[in-house]
């Protein structure tokens, strides 16, 4: 069955230091792949995604994940964290239906990104 | 401005009440979903939609309905058979196989 697993529920980071999260996936074809973020009682919001091409790739607030198919993993990183990237991320994974294409997405369990001064 | 719309954002219900949640979208999108969400567990899949007047069990169906009379729409039900209701609940839609899926502010039911 497919899953994700995001290794750690808690990280705290201090302003100014780089970021990443790790996260692992369990998928028989070629996964899409994406990260999402959710600030307290609010909706996801995209981040990124992966969906072929180049392993590294680029998101919104100076993210960046890369893909590395060998470890199954998709690990989000920022260079230099702020206050207001607090929040939780979720690391997700796409899963196609076998023959109309459908696709759902399943996903970790969340990490929570607190920010020290 | 396109988007999904749920409301309302909070719910309190009694225990043993049916209670509907509403999920619009402008965005004409053919996917829908429903999301359950509680703490340390992630988001879990309640039922998807792919067209009108289709839609398919998720992960954890048991004690919800839902309907797709129309495209922008995928309204929740949550029955009294369900065991343990209060929870974040979250819509999203998407296009077919390739794009990302867009969520809703959620709707946070407290059963009492």
């Known amino acids: 069955a497919q899953s994700v697993t995001q290794p750690d529920i808690h990280i705290t980071v201090s302003e100014g230091a780089s970021l990443e999260l790790r996260c692992n996936y369990s998928?028989?074809?070629?996964?899409?792949l994406f990260w999402y973020v959710q600030s307290p009682g609010q909706g996801l919001q995209l981040l990124l995604k992966?969906?072929?091409?180049?392993?590294l790739v680029q998101g919104i607030k100076g993210f960046e994940a890369e893909f590395k198919r060998s470890q199954s993993s998709f690990n989000l990183r920022k260079p230099s964290v702020h206050w207001s990237d607090a929040a939780e991320y979720f690391c997700?994974?796409?899963?196609?239906?076998?023959?109309?294409?459908?696709?759902?997405?399943?996903f970790g369990t969340g990490t929570r990104l607190l920010v020290s001064p | 401005d396109g988007g999904i719309t749920q409301s309302p954002k909070y719910l309190f219900r009694k225990e043993g009440q049916n209670v509907t949640l509403s999920c619009e979208q402008n965005?004409?999108?053919?996917?829908m979903y429903w999301y359950r969400q509680d703490p340390g567990q992630g988001l879990r899949l309640i039922y998807y939609?792919?067209?009108?007047?289709?839609?398919q069990k998720g992960d954890i169906a048991e004690g919800y309905s839902v309907s797709r009379e129309k495209k922008e729409s995928f309204p929740l039900t949550v029955t009294s058979a369900q065991k343990n209701p209060t929870a974040f609940y979250l819509c999203?839609?998407?296009?077919?196989?390739?794009?990302?899926?867009?969520f809703g502010q959620g709707t946070r039911l407290t059963v009492v």
């Open positions: 999203a839609s998407s296009m077919t196989v390739g794009t990302e899926a867009f």
């Open positions: 998928y028989g074809a070629t996964p899409y």
């Open positions: 992966y969906f072929s091409g180049d392993t």
């Open positions: 997700a994974v796409g899963v196609r239906g076998m023959n109309t294409g459908f696709q759902k997405l399943v």
């Open positions: 965005l004409n999108h053919d996917a």
């Open positions: 939609s792919q067209i009108v007047n289709d839609f």
